[in-house]
């Protein structure tokens, strides 16, 4: 998925020397709104991803003060328009974060 394209650098685990892999966190955030779009068959697993997508922008934005729509710039036209559909859901969820609810309707915008 577009999302996890990028990854960030890589990290150790345990206290060992272990490489693994991690996708930046911002674009991790906008995988799992577009999962929570694109899981109509699973509406537990959908509800599940909104929640995590929404947690993430609000660390993303109110913690790190990431800016949300850089790693929108290569996300396909036909993506954000399904990610444009649910950000009224996630928008409910990000009611105690104003900063995090306007960073992303800004970015869909």
Known sequence: ???LRLPAQPASAGGHCVPVQLPQPERFMWHK???SA???SFPE???KDM???ATLAAILV???DEDLSASLADMPAAMR???RSRLPACLRLLAGHPGA???LGQALA
């Open 81 to 83: 328009a399904l990610l």
């Open 1 to 3: 998925r577009a999302a």
């Open 101 to 103: 609810s306007l960073a």
């Open 51 to 53: 929640l995590q997508a």
């Open 38 to 40: 694109a899981r109509q």
């Open 33 to 35: 709104f577009y999962s």
């Open 62 to 64: 109110e913690q790190l």
């Open 45 to 47: 697993k959908a509800a």
